[in-house]
């Protein structure tokens, strides 16, 4: 099994969870995840359950603890959760409940137009690669319906997009940038 399919397999359950909790598309956080943490490889991913980057800012809340991993002093704080499942739904939380992100609410059913309003927004600190994140959400996505429909996944026809649509966004969606 490849890293991608192992990927989707082990966090498919949490992006449903997610999806009912905060009516966020599957597609959208496992390709924001995949792209986070290089499919689930990452150190914070693999050591700390994070998967999305979260820094550690903000207050504790149902979903974090208030748990930190910081690497020296002078490094950057990340938060630190007991499972992905917290990290899924913190990610939620934060999209659901930021004002820095409200804008992308009216996208959480459409993982193209989702994937060029988080590249505009806050959540990426580089804002010279924005172009870049966007393409390799896109990318991700692809990847990610891919794998869904090779591992006949049993998932709800309602929350996979097929890969025919997925790509026909992202060519439209390109050219617009």
Do not use: C
């Not at 986070?36 to 800012?57: I, V």
């Not at 690497?71 to 659901?96: A, E, T």
């Amino acid at each position: 099994m490849n890293i991608k399919d192992k990927f989707v397999l082990q966090n498919i359950g949490h992006a449903i969870e997610l999806q009912k909790k905060y009516g966020i598309h599957p597609i959208i956080s496992l390709s924001q995840s995949a792209k986070e943490t290089g499919w689930g490889q990452s150190f914070l991913a693999t050591n700390h359950n994070n998967y999305f980057g979260m820094m550690a800012t903000g207050s504790k809340n149902e979903h974090w603890t208030g748990e930190i991993y910081q690497k020296d002093s002078k490094s950057r704080k990340w938060r630190k959760y007991n499972n992905p499942l917290q990290s899924f739904l913190d990610y939620g939380r934060l999209l659901n409940t930021s004002i820095s992100y409200v804008d992308l609410k009216q996208h959480f059913d459409d993982p193209g137009k989702f994937a060029k309003g988080i590249a505009s927004s806050n959540y990426i600190t580089d804002s010279d690669n924005r172009q870049k994140y966007y393409s390799d959400l896109i990318s991700i996505q692809n990847s990610i319906v891919i794998v869904i429909k090779t591992q006949q996944l049993n998932v709800k026809h309602n929350i996979v997009l097929p890969l025919a649509v997925v790509i026909t966004v992202a060519v439209l969606l390109t050219k617009l940038f």
